[in-house]
């Protein structure tokens, strides 16, 4: 893993303690049963969750008789990770890495990377153009063939909708890769710290083009905003799109 900053690394570090306040993690229950039902896996399969967060995916796919591994950025996130899995009385192992460095063998019936755990989530000197085609290629090695990934990004098409000259004349939009800038404080001793954050979004036929470049077939392409996964299509001002591809 990288030892150079990430900002996202240090925002998550500092925000997980409180993550689990965000308003978009309270249907989970509702998202496990939706990645239960496309996955249709026999119980003792393996799954790998890509960007896990403080594992409320994967502790819950624990739960329901899956061997889950958990890969994050954020140390911080997986202190949360591990008190969620023990809590729940369920064994997930988790592991520290760069989701874009990825080298795992091929080894998982299926995969999920959910919610911008780290899809899209680009610190200052990543690619824009390569960092989340590397974690494609990355989730890919370490899928069985046949194996199935869910996938959820930022919609493009609702960041261009919001977007105006005015932001992309001062640097916080950048309507050629669609990653927009944001100024955000995080709570440290004695105060706070400002971070600027840099977030990627994507349009439906790019994403069908970087799965088939990273050995993906898609199956489905739906709107896929947290807590309202429905199998519905993408609508313009949709928060996230929702990918399902076999790995060939």
């Known amino acids: 893993m990288s030892t150079n900053f990430n900002e996202w690394r240090f925002f ?7 993550y689990m306040q965000e308003p978009f993690v309270r249907a989970t229950e509702e998202e496990v049963s939706f990645l239960l039902e496309e996955l249709s896996l026999p119980a003792g399969s393996w799954i790998l969750d890509v960007g896990c967060g403080t594992g409320r995916h994967a502790v819950a796919l ?3 008789g899956y061997r889950v591994i958990g890969v994050d950025l954020s140390s911080g996130m997986l202190v949360e990770a591990r008190r969620h899995a023990d809590k729940a009385g369920v064994r997930v192992e988790w592991l520290q890495a760069d989701a874009a460095n990825l080298n795992l063998a091929p080894h998982f019936d299926a995969a999920v990377c959910l919610c911008e755990g780290a899809f899209g989530l680009l610190a200052s000197g990543d690619d824009p153009l ?3 085609l590397d974690i494609l290629c990355g989730i890919h090695t370490a899928l069985k063939p046949g194996a199935l990934l869910i996938l959820t990004g930022l919609n493009g098409l609702r960041k261009i909708r919001r977007a105006t000259d005015e932001q992309v004349q001062q640097g916080e939009f950048d309507p ?29 036929s790019e994403l069908r083009l970087m799965f088939k470049l990273s050995g993906f077939e898609v199956v489905s392409l739906y709107g896929g905003t947290a807590g309202a ?4 299509p993408v609508y313009l001002d949709e928060m996230e799109i929702m990918v399902i591809g076999w790995r060939i």
């Open 229 to 232: 996964w429905n199998r519905a």
């Open 176 to 204: 050629l890769t669609l990653t927009e800038v944001f100024h955000m404080s995080v709570d440290v001793e004695g105060g706070t710290r400002p971070v600027l954050l840099r977030e990627r979004g994507f349009t439906p």
């Open 130 to 132: 390569t960092h989340d």
């Open 62 to 64: 624990a739960q329901s």
């Open 12 to 18: 998550f570090d500092l925000h997980a303690p409180k």
